[in-house]
């Protein structure tokens, strides 16, 4: 039997199930400081190919996110985050808040960053819990 840990796509969509720690309130500065406590501070992500340049909810995204030269921080990734998941958990249980989101390598503005990029590697998701 195969067990995966990471997320698993064959299709451009999918549905992802997290979990963060029972009670988490759920914000951007507890989502940056849980979910990227040990990646470099500094880091930033190229959003280019989830942005064009003349679509006006693009520029609306990159103000929102903070995003500067193509590129989104670790802060705007929290935000988006947040965004996405909703304040509420989809289900409590006593051992995590679990979230559920749906998300496309070919959504429109930032969704595809959601399913493209590693961001939840430190939550458990999938069959983690």
């Given amino acids: 039997m195969k067990i995966r840990t990471g ?7 999918s549905s992802f199930v997290v979990a963060f720690p029972p009670k988490f309130v759920m914000n951007a500065e507890n989502v940056k400081n849980y979910l990227f406590a040990d990646w470099d501070p500094y880091t ?3 959003v ?23 590129r989104i ?3 705007g990734v929290a935000r988006l985050i947040v965004n996405t998941l909703g304040s509420e958990p989809t289900l ?7 979230y559920a989101f749906m998300a496309s390598n070919e959504d429109e503005g930032l969704g595809g960053m959601l399913y493209d990029q590693d961001f939840f590697k430190s939550v458990p998701h999938g069959s983690d819990f």
């Fill in 44 to 46: 930033t992500f190229d």
């Fill in 48 to 70: 280019e190919d989830y942005l064009w340049e003349d679509d006006a909810s693009s520029q609306s995204l990159r103000n929102e996110y903070d995003i500067q030269d193509g």
């Fill in 92 to 98: 409590r249980l006593p051992s995590n808040d679990v």
């Fill in 73 to 75: 921080a670790l802060s």
């Fill in 7 to 13: 997320f698993v796509s064959n299709s451009s969509s």
